[in-house]
Structures are given as structure tokens and as C-alpha cells.
């Protein structure tokens, strides 16, 4: 693992004055705000709600179970929708896909609203799963499409700063507001987020596939050697390196280094309120000073990408991530104060900033023709992981931290194995 500098590739002969133009297009912060906003409508479709489960078990007449149900349904919409909206962006564009899929998303979050009934409630949370997923996995397209190399790196990092912050404070936010507008205000501001996005979209993404734009791929900057691009040039547009490790790899490291912020989020509540005994505001500040860790990590990945292999940084944040999630099973093991676990919290947490964008980059740099697709593997295995993840945190019961420390490091591992194993021989990032 080396922190040296890499060396620019030499500029391809055959490269065009567009082409080399749009990899020294500067980074755009109007399209990066509305990327990032697109990744954060799923996280705040989930979790700002949760705290007012109850509310729609005595307002719907319905069980626990079947409140449960309108999360689970959301959920797989997102895991089933990516892998929708993804191959099709790859077909017919970016920008169409797009805003079909967000115009939908707002009318199943108004209805979602409205919903009279809890068998309407979970129809169109599914819907909302289904078509919000547009969004998450053409955001991570167009970043592909738009930028290369480093930038690239750059723009995933600084996306992630809000994808990856919404699902650690959406929970707190729900909380605060729960009583004040109740579960359907709350699924309100899901559709106004809904809204905001789609106007977004209209004012600021234009179509950014090559196909469709007239911007041939520029054999420099895709990310990847050309001895590894030259043995897959072909397969790569009948999909064929979607099952290349040089992609599969830093998927899954992305997919399990996120499972363990998930973990994290749906244990925190009887983590920090019954095992460590925190008020709400206590509960709230704890999870604040969390997402302030992801968030500077976050921007200062975006600066070392331009000094430093993205590869070597995501090693490194998945090293830190699985450092923090072994002590953390330590001091579970040995029953320390229940406070101290909030130090491995903040290293887990804060670690991620240095993973979640980079390897997202690695991963759809290997597939620069079919960016859509991978980003829908990704966002699938993503949601999947994230689904699964969340009943075994608590398996025990709700005082016992064992199973959250065994989720974590479990994923933290298979995490990290996936980074050590991709070739890094295959990327110039």
C-alpha cells in the first residue's frame, strides 16, 4: 500500500478537443448538491419516519408487523428499482429515466401521504422504492459520465457527503418532529424532498451519456490500464465486466463497508438510549457528532484524491473501519463502561468517508460504457445488505450490544478482503 502520487497517464493520440475538454471540466457544486440530493431522498425515505411507527399502528388500525411492512416494501422497491432504472439509462439516456422516475416518485410519496389505509400505505411506499431508486443509481451514472480519474473520485466523495449523511440524521430529525406533525407530516416533507429534486433535475442535469451527447470515451481517463480495458473493450457493452473483479471487488467492499453504518443506525437506538442510558437531545448529539465525522472525512477525501491512489484511500478507510469495529468487539466482550463504545462508533462511522465514495468510483471507472448497470449492482447488493443487516443487530434483544459488535465486524472483514483483493494493477486511480 503506497501513498506515493500517481503518475498521470500520458494523453491518448487519438483523444478529441471535446473529450479532453469535459476531463477538465472544473466540478460542477449545483450538479454535485443535486446528486447528492438524489442519493439522500432513499435514507430520508426510510428513516425519518421510524420514530412514528406507532402513530400509524393506532391511525391505520394495523399491527406493528403490518407498520413494519411499509419499510420492508420501500426497501426492496429501492433494490428491485435500481436494477430497473439502471440498465435502462444505459439504453435510452440518462436524463429521460430520470425524471420519469422522480415524477413518479412524488406522486407515490403524495399518496403515501394521503394513504387511508395501511394496504395503500405499503402500495405505495413500494411504489416509492421502485421509482426513487432512479435517482440513486442514474446520480452515481452521470457522475461516471461527466467526469474521470480523479475528478471523478472527487465528485462521488463530495455526493456521498450528503448520501451518506442523510441516514445518520434522518432518525434524529423524525424524532424531533414525530410529535409535533405526526407520521403523515412527515411523509410530507419525503414529498417535498420529492418535488425539490425533481425541479433540480429539470434546472440543472442536462443528458450526460455519451451515446446520446456525442462524446466518444476517452481511453486516458476511464480509470482503468489499457491491457485490462483491451482484454474487456468488447464485453464490457454486453455487460460481460460487470462480472470482472476488477468491478465486482470494489462493490463489494462499498456494499459491506456501508452494511456496517446500517448496523450502526438501526441499533442506535437502544444502543445509545437503553444500553448507555442517554436522554433523546444526548441520543440526538451523539449521532450528530457522528455524521460531523463522516462529513469531514468526506471532503477531505475529496482533497487527498488528487495526491494519493484511490485505491490506497479506500484501503485505508476500510482498515480504519475494521480497527474500529474489533475494538469496539472488545470492549463489548470485556463489559467495559458502555460510554467507551463511542469511540469505535466515531472511528467506524468517520472511516467510511474515506470508502464510500472512492470505491464507488473503482467500481463504475471499470465500466465506464456500462456505468448505469453497475451502478444498479451496486445500489441492489447496497439495499439488500442494508435490509438484512438491520434484524440481526438485535437479535438478543435490545441490551445486548454482542450482536451489533458480530454484524459489524463480520461485514468490516468481508469488506476489507474485497479491497485487498482488487487488482490494483487495473486501475490508474
Known sequence: MTSASPTPPAQNATTTGAETAR???TLSPALLLTLGLLSAVAPFATDLYLSAMPQIVDDLSTTTSGAQLSLTSFLFGAAV???FFGPLSDRIGRRRPLLIGTLIYLVASVGAALAPSIALLVAFRLLQGVSGAAGMVIGRAVVTDRYRGTQAAQAMSLMMLVGGVAPVIAPFVGSTLADPIGWRGLLWIVAGLGLIALVCILAVIPETHPRFTGTRLADRDTGTTADDRASASDSDSDSAGLRRRVFLAPVLAFAFGFATMMAYISASPFLYQKYMGMGT???????????????AVSIVASKLALRFRILTLTRIGLGLNLAGTILFG?????DAPALSLTIPLLIIVGALGLVLGNATSLALSAVPTVSGSGSAVLGFLQFGLAGLVSPLVSINGENDPAPLAVVMLAASVIASVAIALTPGKAYRL
Open 330 to 334: 472488545l470492549l463489548v466482550l470485556v
Open 81 to 83: 428499482g435500481q436494477l
Open 23 to 25: 476531463t477538465q471540466e
Open 281 to 295: 437531545v444526548q441520543y440526538g448529539l451523539a449521532f450528530a457528532v457522528n455524521a460531523l465525522a463522516l462529513m
